[in-house]
């Protein structure tokens, strides 16, 4: 038996194969529909893999990706500057708008606090978060890290460290089922979640 | 509600989208995932794409991919060049020698007749097929395309055009279920259906 692919081909398969839900059988058709494609296209997705790593950068206020200084949030005049809500991944940020019924604005910790495998305050964006609270401006907080036991810790550390700021500290209501990773719950529960927000 | 994604990662994820089997919720976790990978990661990954497109080519004999004028199957000597498999598409290749029985060579039709849809015999590598035969030195054509209507056709209208030359004409034995692709069945069905070929 000969070895099953040539050398590009198999060199393809292997690095599709590093991408997450992607397993052999995916990366082969993968592959084989990329070296039937158009060479433009093959090129097109190539540079848009190159230009999305090499352009995007944090928001230097608010730590969403963007690829200018300010996120398009940060940025927008028209946003509520008053209430900051916060979450754990930029992937929440496009969850929480989805459900188109937010209109402030953010701070992206990115990540969550996971004492088991040694995520500590320092390692996430919280003093960032702090010092934007103390710029003053702020009014509430709306903590809207994933009800999972990292992002109950997140808010529950985030809250105590908030409380002397003075600030209204609320957490995202309830209608998110409770484990369920934020960036897959359906727009209505999120919707409700908003609006039935609690203060804690 | 500001636009969900800044430009660089709204157009990855739109090039995502137009792999097979990527819907937009894949497509925004493969960004991210590309997002936050090693910049040396990600060139890897687009060089692999252009270079699967850019390197690979058909083998001049057999029709299958190949990054050298001939496929690793046709230039491997110890590979019984009396006997030929046809099949359809280079991923059938791949899944007959995944099965690890078969020793002969090749031919790779490039796609299956398909009336309906304006595919006839001078659109696949069916003339290319009766040269190979014409050349000599071949005692067994085995016909392998899939058992789909398209694969029984081509294999039918194969047999037909071979009769003349000879040559002993065999069918990918039964094993496989009707309607399958060859490419989805399982490596045992594989080699029960070589082993039971049967004449045509």
Chains 1, 2 share one sequence.
Do not use: W
Not at 104 to 127: F, K, N, S, T, W
């Amino acid at each position: 038996m000969a070895e099953a692919h040539a050398r590009p081909l198999a060199r393809l398969i292997e690095e599709l194969q590093k991408l997450p839900g992607i397993g052999p059988k995916s990366a082969q058709r993968l592959a084989f529909h990329i070296l039937r494609s158009q060479e433009e296209d093959c090129r097109s997705l190539a540079d848009a893999i190159v230009a999305v790593r090499t352009q995007m950068r944090f928001c230097s206020r608010c730590f969403n990706f963007t690829d200018a200084e300010l996120c398009r949030i940060c940025a927008d005049p028209r946003r509520d500057n008053s209430t900051l809500c916060v979450v754990g991944e930029p992937s929440d940020v496009i969850a929480l708008e989805r459900a188109g019924v937010y209109n402030g604005i953010y701070h992206v910790l990115q990540g969550l606090l996971a004492p088991l495998e040694g995520i500590g305050p320092e390692d996430i964006r919280i003093g960032e978060l702090i010092e934007r609270i103390k710029d003053g401006g702020i009014t509430e907080v709306i903590l809207a890290t994933s009800p999972t036991p990292e992002g109950e810790a997140t808010a529950q550390y985030t809250q105590d460290v908030l409380q002397e700021s003075g600030v209204k500290v609320t957490r995202i209501g309830r209608g998110i089922p409770i484990g369920a990773d934020l960036d897959y719950v359906d727009q209505i529960s999120i919707a409700h979640a908003l609006e039935g927000r609690t203060q804690m």
